[in-house]
C-alpha cells in the first residue's frame, strides 16, 4: 500500500536548509552529472572556453586586419596563435581535469598539432569567402573567420580529448 507524505509548515526550530545547503546541494549535482556524462561535460567546458576564445582571436584578427592591415588569412593566422595558448591554459586547467596529465609540453604539442588542422579548415573557407564570394570586408572576414572556426571545434576536440589531455599511458 502507497503512503503519501505529507509535508506541513515547521511549528518548532529552524530549519537547516539554508541558501549554503542549498548552494552545496547544486554543486554535488554538477558533479554527479560531470561524472555521469563526462564526455559531453567535457565537450561543454571545452566549447565554452572555445566560445571566449572566439572573441580573443577576432579581436586580434581585427586588430591587426585594421591596424596593421594584413591580409585576412595573415591577421586570422595572428588571432589563432594568440587564442591557442590561452584556451590551451584554461582547457588543461578546467576541461579536461584528470590526474595523470601527459607533460605540459607533449600535450600542447598535440593540442597544437589538431588545432593546426581546424586553422587549415578555416583557412580554406576564408580563402572561399575571398576568392570565389569576393567578400572580405569587416563583416565579410569576421563571418569567415567564425564559419571556420565553428566547423573546425570537433576536429579540435576529438584531437583534444584523446591526444593533448589524455591520461599518461602507465608504464
Known amino acids: 500500500k502507497e503512503i503519501p507524505i505529507i509535508f ?3 511549528k518548532y526550530g529552524e530549519s537547516k536548509l539554508t541558501i ?3 548552494i552545496n546541494y547544486l554543486k554535488h549535482l554538477s558533479q554527479l552529472y560531470a561524472y555521469k556524462f563526462s564526455n559531453l561535460m567535457e565537450f ?16 586580434i584578427v581585427m586588430l591587426v586586419k585594421e591596424l ?5 588569412r595573415l591577421a586570422a593566422v595572428c588571432g589563432f596563435l594568440v587564442s591557442l595558448t590561452s584556451n590551451f591554459i584554461i582547457n588543461r ?17 598535440y593540442y597544437s598539432k589538431f588545432a593546426l588542422t581546424g586553422l587549415t579548415l578555416r583557412l580554406l573557407v576564408i580563402q572561399f ?9 569587416i563583416i565579410g572576414y569576421l563571418i569567415s573567420n567564425t564559419i571556420g572556426i565553428v566547423l573546425s571545434t570537433g576536429v579540435h576536440f576529438m584531437g583534444a580529448r ?9 608504464e
Do not use: C, M, Y
Not at 596593421?68 to 585576412?72: C, H, Q
Open 129 to 137: 569567402f575571398i576568392t570565389v564570394l569576393k567578400f572580405d570586408s
Open 44 to 59: 561543454i567546458r571545452f566549447s565554452t572556453v572555445g566560445l571566449s576564445g572566439i572573441f580573443v582571436d577576432l579581436s
Open 68 to 72: 596593421f592591415l594584413l591580409d585576412t
Open 20 to 22: 549554503k545547503e542549498n
Open 8 to 10: 506541513k509548515d515547521r
Open 93 to 109: 586547467q578546467w576541461s579536461f581535469k584528470r590526474k595523470n596529465k601527459r607533460p605540459i609540453l607533449i600535450s600542447f604539442a
Open 162 to 170: 584523446h591526444f593533448a589531455f589524455r591520461e599518461r599511458d602507465k
